[in-house]
């Protein structure tokens, strides 16, 4: 069974579309997370939930925007795309916020 | 505030020889400390993590990392490389205060025949 699972693992797409990203865990934790990989490997937070509540959304364009139905998933939805957003994007879920951090496969986003 | 330095993005190694991946942490509390490994194509997997107690840690693989308060330094030891080591390394800090992990840049490590 995936802890973790990511869909789509590939996206490609044309600059301006609208598309989303879903992400659902399995291990009954209470706090998820997206995080964006660039092209250099580093890897910036984007968003933070615990329990279905936003706790931390970093300096990103309003263009991403979360939204977590229940406590078992965290979608990402992003308007608009621009190049600049072709990257990895991971999901991750931990048991609280200061545990470690499970992660899905990554969804690899190519904006042409 | 928290934050994660690792030192050489790029660390290649020769089969059987020791790898040493640095990592330093700066943190207002007693930290949270971990390591990720991510190989190609794939999510970050732990390698092992440091919350209390013992200050030598031994994770999955081989590997094992001490926590040095005095040096405030996470490094990421194995004795022996082998080929299936070569992955991207990741060291990270939980901050207890704003409940959230800060990662470090990334080493790539590379391990040649």
């Known amino acids: 069974d995936t802890a973790v699972s990511q869909t789509p693992k590939y996206l490609v797409t044309q600059m301006g579309n609208d598309k989303s990203i879903k992400c659902e865990q399995n291990?009954?934790?209470?706090?998820m997370y997206w995080y964006k990989q660039d092209s250099k490997k580093f890897l910036k937070i984007m968003f933070s939930?615990?329990?279905?509540?936003?706790?931390i959304n970093e300096t990103v364009p309003n263009r991403f925007s979360p939204k977590s139905p229940d406590k078992a998933h965290l979608n990402l939805h992003i308007n608009s795309l621009e190049l600049g957003d072709s990257a990895v994007y991971f999901c991750?879920?931990?048991?609280?916020?200061?545990?470690?951090?499970?992660f899905g496969q990554g969804t690899r986003l190519t904006v042409v | 505030a928290q934050s994660v330095t690792q030192l050489g993005s790029h660390v290649s190694v020769s089969e059987g020889a020791l790898v040493l991946l640095r990592c330093n942490y700066s943190?207002?509390?007693?930290?949270?400390l971990f390591w990720y490994v991510q190989y190609p194509n794939q999510g970050l997997q732990l390698l092992l993590k440091?919350?209390?107690?013992?200050?030598l840690v031994k994770g999955i693989n081989g590997f094992e990392a001490e926590f040095k308060k005095s040096e405030t330094s996470f490094h990421l030891t194995k004795p022996s490389a082998h080929m299936s080591d070569a992955a991207e390394y990741f060291c990270?800090?939980?901050?207890?205060?704003?409940?959230?992990?800060?990662f470090g840049t990334g080493t790539s490590l590379t391990v040649i025949p």
């Open positions: 291990l009954g934790h209470d706090t």
């Open positions: 991750a879920s931990s048991p609280n916020q200061q545990l470690q951090a499970f």
């Open positions: 440091y919350t209390t107690g013992a200050t």
């Open positions: 939930y615990n329990n279905k509540e936003l706790i």
């Open positions: 990270a800090v939980s901050d207890r205060l704003r409940n959230q992990f800060y």
């Open positions: 943190s207002s509390v007693p930290p949270y």
